[in-house]
């Protein structure tokens, strides 16, 4: 459903009015130069955005991925999303696992749903983590497009610490990696090998977009997953693999297809003790892995 065909109609509210000669935040960059916004805390009303999203009957999708051994980091992220995540919306969990009877037993509140997708496991964990883009791609068509109007996509290995709701939604978004937020184009982990489809060259680059979490329309994202895929069929076949897999695929996507929002790394931290000065919310934070001993990367 578009955005801009939806008629929505607010009813009479009370909030503080905003003021044309202060931003709401100054330390930050709140657009980008093609007037995406960056969500940061502090930068958005959500009684606004749940306002409107509430009018449209918004219906989003979460997917994850838990093959193998990942199966364990379910019971976290659902419980924990269950707390944070679109709280008050309709929700369906998407989980892809090739061991559906490992699926922990969750109760959810009303509205949401958990659905368990049997999926194949690959030997590689490269290609786990690749082929989720030709899975989430191929559900788009025949499935999600039918059952949720937007879609956020995120790893496994993660919890929700904060609230993350429909101030994220947008046709196709994607998240400041925790790690590059600020660091300068060269310093950006890219592709810089020119035999491989996600090269990007060292004066080109927005953002390092992280892997962990991007979304959109289910048409946004089937448009993001099949170039992704695609690409990462085209190096298959010239026997390369870009340095960080999916995640180099999706940031050369974004070069050229300008996300129409921006996800602060609020979105994408690490569980960092205290709280920064910038970072006032850890809302979406990865789960360690040498804690859990799962994997040997
Ligand atoms: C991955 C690496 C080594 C051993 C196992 C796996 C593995 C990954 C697995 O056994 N089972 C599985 O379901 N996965 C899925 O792939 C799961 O959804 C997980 O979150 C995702 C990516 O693997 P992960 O989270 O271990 O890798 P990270 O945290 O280093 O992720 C970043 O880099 C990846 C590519 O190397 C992706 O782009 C990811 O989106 C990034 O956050
Ligand atoms: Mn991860």
Redesign the pocket.
């Known amino acids: 459903r578009m955005e801009l065909l939806e008629d929505v109609s607010l009813k009479r509210m009370l909030y503080e009015k905003p003021d044309t000669l202060k931003p709401p935040r100054t330390d930050v960059l709140l657009v980008t130069p093609w007037l995406a916004p960056i969500v940061w805390d502090g930068s958005f009303n959500i009684d606004i955005l749940n306002a409107q999203f509430h009018q449209r009957h918004v219906r989003i999708g979460l997917t994850?991925?838990?093959?193998?051994?990942?199966?364990v980091?379910m019971k976290p992220l659902l419980e924990t999303a269950e707390k944070f995540f679109m709280v008050g919306h309709k929700v369906n969990y998407y989980v892809?696992?090739d061991r559906a009877k490992e699926m922990p037993n969750i109760t959810l509140a009303d509205g949401r749903q958990l659905e368990v997708l049997e999926v194949p496991?690959y030997k590689r964990?490269?290609d786990?983590?690749?082929r989720?883009m030709e899975m989430i791609r191929d559900h788009s068509r025949k499935r999600f497009i039918n059952e949720v109007d937007y879609l956020v996509c995120?790893?496994?290995?993660?919890k929700f610490m904060d609230e993350v709701g429909v101030e994220i939604l947008s046709d196709v978004f994607g998240t400041l990696?925790r790690a590059f937020w600020g660091a300068s184009r060269t310093q950006f982990p890219n592709e810089r090998r020119k035999a491989s489809a996600a090269y990007i060259p060292p004066d080109e680059g927005d953002f390092y977009y992280?892997?962990?979490?991007f979304g959109g329309t289910v048409e946004g994202v089937h448009k993001l997953t099949n170039f992704c895929h695609h690409e990462m069929l085209t190096d298959k076949e010239n026997n390369i693999e870009a340095i960080?897999?999916?995640?180099?695929y999706?940031n050369k996507y974004f070069l050229y297809h300008k996300p129409t929002k921006v996800l602060s790394a609020e979105y994408?931290w690490e569980n960092y003790p205290g709280v920064g000065t910038i970072i006032k919310k850890k809302r979406f934070v990865?789960i360690r892995?040498n804690d859990t001993a799962?994997?040997?990367?």
């Open positions: 994850v991925f838990a093959i193998k051994k990942y199966t980091f892809f696992t496991s964990w490269q786990v983590s690749m989720r995120v790893d496994a290995d993660m990696h992280s892997g962990s979490i960080w897999h999916d995640e180099s999706l994408h990865l892995k799962i994997r040997n990367k």
